[in-house]
C-alpha cells in the first residue's frame, strides 16, 4: 500500500532496543514536527477550506501523539531530551520544488507529508511486530494505523488539487528519490535514522 522501494532493514529494532529513551525523544519531536507541518499548509493555504479543515484536525491529533509520547517517557522516569535534527527528513525536503508557482509548491509539499506519513508507518509497524516491550509493542501498533491514515489524506489532497499534474508519476519520483535517501540510514536510534 505505501509503495516504499526500499523497505527498512528490520535490524533498525535491534538498535532502537538499545536505546529506548532516545528513540522515544526522537519520535516525539517527530510528532512535534508533523503538527508544525500540518500548521504550515493551513497558513499557506489558507483558500484551501477543507483542506485547511482537515489539516488543524490532524495537527490536534500529531499534537496529541506528542503528549502520548511524553506521557509513556515520564512514565518510565525519563526526561524529554532536547530537540533532534532529522536529517532524512531535510534530505526528503530538498527533493521538493520550491518558488512561486504554490500549485507546484502545494503539490510537492503534500507528497513530502505522505513520504514521511509512509516511512513512520513502515517504521511503526516493524517496531509494533519486533521490538520486543510489549507496552511499546501495542504503542506502534495503534499509531500505525494512525499514520497511514495521514499518508491516505496527503495523497488524496494531492490528487485533488493536481489541477491536471500526473500525481502518480510526481509520486514514484518522490519514492524513487526517496530509496536512495533511506539507503544510507538505519543505523540510529531515531524514528527515520
Known amino acids: 500500500m505505501l509503495g516504499l522501494k526500499l523497505p527498512t532493514d528490520p535490524r533498525w529494532v535491534e538498535i532502537v532496543e538499545t536505546n529506548i529513551p532516545e528513540i522515544l525523544t526522537d519520535h516525539a519531536y517527530c510528532e512535534q514536527k508533523a503538527t508544525t507541518n500540518a500548521m504550515y499548509i493551513v497558513i499557506n493555504f489558507p483558500e ?18 506528542f503528549k502520548m509520547v511524553h506521557d ?29 508557482i504554490r500549485k507546484y509548491v502545494l503539490i510537492d509539499r503534500l507528497l513530502f507529508s505522505a513520504l514521511i506519513e509512509a516511512r513512520s508507518c513502515e517504521r511503526f509497524r516493524l517496531l509494533s511486530e519486533q521490538i520486543s516491550d510489549p507496552e511499546l509493542k501495542e504503542f506502534y501498533r495503534e499509531l500505525m494505523i494512525s499514520e497511514a491514515t495521514h499518508y491516505t489524506t496527503f495523497i488524496n489532497y494531492a490528487r485533488k488539487y493536481s489541477e491536471g499534474e500526473d500525481i502518480d508519476k510526481r509520486w514514484q519520483e518522490f519514492l524513487a528519490y ?9 543505523d540510529n536510534a531515531t524514528m527515520h535514522g
Open 72 to 100: 509513556i517517557i515520564k512514565k518510565r522516569g525519563l526526561v524529554l531530551g532536547r530537540e533532534r535534527k532529522d536529517p532524512y527528513a531535510g534530505d526528503i525536503y530538498a527533493f521538493m520544488r520550491k518558488g512561486h
Open 178 to 186: 526517496e530509496a536512495t535517501v533511506i539507503s544510507k540510514y538505519g
Open 48 to 65: 484551501y477550506t477543507e483542506l485547511v479543515s482537515d489539516m488543524i484536525d490532524l495537527a490536534q491529533e500529531e499534537l496529541q501523539h
